[in-house]
């Protein structure tokens, strides 16, 4: 592999967490703990046959990191395993065999979680863990810190406190929320082997690794999700309103929906059912005359009337601050959204973007290439 991994190839098993460090990228290592880099312990699972055969025993490592997580792919010859010592690590680990089998004991079970291509497990980084894998194997891993996991599932929960948290360890990697998991791990891999990908850019990983970590928390059963599938009811308007004030706000920089749940108060899918209800059905009907317009939370925008009535506020930020603090993303999110909720209010729009296009052409050039990149709109003036 290329691009953004880095490969290491380990014959002294041992010394693996040493290496690891090591091969870190300084500025990687500035973000990492040593020690808890170094609180795995790996070891052969045959002593005997590594102490007569050591050359049979080889591990390939490559590594990299989105974002604040982290993803991996380990080939053994030979069966292998880790414990992870203290002082442990706050990170949970997504395991997907794509040859071989695997298996992982936790601190407070006595029972082995048992992987293979069809099962997937998922386990936290407790002092005490260990994790096996048989000989000739092939594995995925992706690492994603504890601490964003219970931030997102307080935001779910609608701002309660999580004091403790555990995923179910096995899961079905072959259908339903785990297949999805696992193309979702391909797609990195395919993409971070790229020198060039997408994720480089800051917004796309922060999108991304969002996305990503509600697929765990909604698609893999764990200790609150009893909990999720309690909640049935939807934000007050209250909650929509503070929402809408916050995307107004920061319009012009990078918004997920999470962070927009988080200061309206309420969760993810409390806010979309809000939006749905309260605001789907009217938002667009006095299109083109004065106050404000509102665009629901999946397009992580608003729409207002200032000095270009009609102008989608996203549309305006990214012309006045170009690509730095803006996302096409966005604009590609309310081009789509507004063509199935109501043609006619988008096609509005266009016109007026259209009309200030061709009073100001100079002044708007970057920020109409920007859009039509996006596949937002036709750069040609009508």
């Known amino acids: 592999m290329f691009g953004n991994f880095t490969r290491i190839e380990v014959a002294d098993l041992p010394q693996t967490s040493r290496l690891i460090w090591e091969s870190l990228p300084p500025q990687e290592k500035a973000l990492a703990?040593?020690?808890e880099v170094n609180s795995r312990e790996f070891m052969p699972l045959d002593w005997g046959r590594f102490q007569s055969e050591p050359e049979s025993f080889r591990s390939r490592f490559a590594y990299a990191p989105v974002g604040t997580m982290r993803v991996s792919r380990v080939a053994d010859t030979q069966a292998t395993q880790f414990t992870r010592r203290p002082p442990g690590i706050d990170t949970y680990c997504v395991s997907l065999m794509a040859r071989g089998t695997s298996q992982v004991v936790q601190p407070r079970s006595s029972e082995p979680a048992v992987g293979n291509p069809e099962t997937g497990l998922v386990f936290g980084g407790e002092p005490g863990t260990r994790f096996a894998v048989s000989g000739s194997s092939v594995r995925f891993h992706l690492w994603v810190?504890?601490?964003r996991l219970r931030e997102r599932l307080e935001v779910l929960l609608d701002g309660q406190k999580v004091k403790s948290f555990a995923f179910q360890p096995a899961f079905d990697q072959t259908r339903g929320p785990g297949a999805t998991i696992r193309n979702l791990l391909n797609f990195l891999f395919v993409e971070l082997a790229r020198s060039d990908s997408l994720l480089a850019n800051e917004i796309a990983t922060r999108t991304f690794e969002d996305n990503l970590v509600l697929c765990l928390l909604l698609g893999l059963r764990h200790s609150h999700t009893q909990r999720l599938q309690q909640?049935?009811?939807?934000?007050?308007?209250?909650?929509?309103?503070?929402?809408?004030?916050f995307m107004r706000a920061n319009a012009s920089g990078p918004l997920t929906i999470a962070d927009i749940a988080q200061v309206a108060g309420c969760s993810v899918r409390a806010l979309q059912m809000a939006f749905d209800r309260f605001r789907a059905l009217r938002q667009w009907r006095h299109c083109g005359k004065s106050g404000s317009r509102r665009l629901g939370p999946r397009c992580y925008a608003t729409v207002e009337q200032s000095r270009s009535p009609g102008l989608p506020l996203v549309m305006a930020s990214a012309i006045r601050v170009g690509s730095?603090?803006?996302?096409?993303?966005?604009?590609?999110?309310i081009h789509r959204w507004l063509?199935?909720?109501?043609v006619k209010a988008f096609a509005k729009i266009i016109a007026v973007w259209r009309q200030l296009r061709s009073i100001?052409?100079?002044?708007?050039?970057?920020?109409?290439?920007?859009?039509?990149?996006?596949?937002?709109?036709p750069l040609a003036a009508p």
């Open 33 to 35: 703990n040593e020690r």
């Open 145 to 147: 810190p504890g601490k």
């Open 231 to 245: 909640q049935r009811a939807g934000a007050a308007p209250g909650n929509v309103k503070r929402a809408e004030e």
């Open 324 to 333: 730095r603090n803006s996302s096409d993303a966005h604009t590609v999110s």
């Open 339 to 342: 063509c199935k909720r109501d």
């Open 360 to 377: 100001n052409r100079s002044s708007l050039s970057t920020g109409g290439r920007q859009l039509h990149n996006a596949g937002a709109m």
